[in-house]
């Protein structure tokens, strides 16, 4: 069945446990991104651990290849289960971030990010973009050969990806709502019954269940959700 990740974007150690406290036996793995790390680091990443809780490291490292492979290593010596990448990043990136990963870290490339549509790529990339999916698939496609393990796209786009990429590669979709939920700053959103349906492996959920007024309970919505997807033919 997919996992279910919550994103711990969090100020500091103190609310972020706050947060694994009140979300108790519920959730037991977390994505650490760059907020928290920046605040409380790789000391927030082992007390988390100590807890037992599994960890998905999300810095999205973009650099060349040997601080890249010194970056993975790092994160891997901290005994994360998943750490990003840009897949634009080029392969000798790709393959330093694998190599350093070892047996127990899976990498995996971010595409587009959620937070970003095909005007936003126009601009940025000065050429007409008529289809986040068609980039995204690119993306992955390049990001998988170099030896990637999985991708970071929208749910939109995972049926694709799944299609292109074959049945082992990690999907991992952040920028999952629940029905009539704010979007917030992400402009390609889905359920976690669309997610899952759609071939994803991991939905990373952030605001929908930590800026609830009721964070446990809306976890709990998103775990059903999941386990009525799954068992859904
Ligand atoms: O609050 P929300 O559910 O939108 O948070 C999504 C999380 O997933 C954030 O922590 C964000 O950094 C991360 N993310 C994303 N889009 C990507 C990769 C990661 O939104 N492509």
Request: aromatic share 4%; no cysteine.
């Amino acid at each position: 069945m997919a996992e279910v990740i919550v994103a711990l974007d969090r100020p500091s150690a103190e609310s972020a446990f706050d947060l694994v406290d009140r979300l108790g036996s519920g959730a037991d793995y977390y994505k650490v991104g760059m907020e928290l790390f920046g605040r409380a680091g790789p000391a927030f990443v082992e007390s988390l651990r100590s807890r037992g809780k599994r960890i998905f490291l999300d810095l999205k490292y973009h650099d060349i290849p040997n601080t890249v492979r010194g970056a993975v290593e790092a994160a891997a010596a901290l005994e994360v289960e998943l750490v990003t990448i840009h897949a634009g990043g080029g392969s000798g990136m790709i393959r330093a971030a694998v190599d350093a990963a070892g047996a127990r870290t899976r990498v995996v490339a971010v595409t587009v990010l959620t937070s970003l549509d095909t005007r936003d790529l126009s601009i940025a990339w000065k050429r007409d973009v008529g289809s986040v999916e068609d980039e995204v698939v690119r993306l992955a496609a390049h990001a998988v050969t170099s030896g990637a393990h999985g991708v970071v796209a929208s749910a939109r786009e995972a049926s694709a990806l799944r299609r292109a990429l074959g049945q082992a590669a990690l999907i991992v979709t952040p920028g999952i709502r629940l029905a009539g939920g704010e979007q917030g700053d992400q402009k390609r959103v889905a359920t976690p019954t669309d997610a899952v349906r759609a071939g994803a492996t991991h939905l990373v959920v952030g605001r929908a269940v930590t800026a609830a007024p009721d964070p446990a309970g809306a976890l709990s919505r998103v775990l059903s959700e999941v386990s009525a997807a799954a068992r859904q033919p």
